[in-house]
Nanobody
């Protein structure tokens, strides 16, 4: 089983940036970033296939960029122009085998 470990979360002011990383213990294929705010359903934020095709939810388009380094088995989520409504626990998910990471907290203060 492939282990996924997220990192890079933290506290940032509105308008700031963070870069999340999802490091895998083995080969990964399609990877998704999800987020879950308190009292809300888990939401798909961005997806990247092994070949680099990306998709984003409308609320992050133009602000977030998902990328990957297959040699390092790592996927990144660059988050710019952060807003308080981006506050959530962010999870990476192996869409092919349904593995989840433990999540990393992102808090954006106004």
């Amino acid at each position: 089983q492939v282990q996924l470990v997220e990192s890079g979360g933290g506290l940032v002011q509105a308008g700031g940036s963070l870069r999340l990383s999802c490091a895998a213990s083995g080969t990964i294929y399609t990877i998704e970033w999800y987020r879950q705010a308190p009292g809300k359903k888990r939401e798909l934020v961005a997806t990247i296939t092994r070949l680099g095709t990306t998709t984003y939810t409308d609320s992050v388009k133009g602000r977030f960029t998902i990328s990957r380094d297959n040699a390092k088995n790592t996927v990144y989520l660059q988050m710019n122009t952060l807003k308080p409504e981006d506050t959530a626990v962010y999870y990476c998910h192996d869409g092919f085998r349904d593995y989840w990471g433990q999540g990393t907290q992102v808090t954006v203060s106004s």
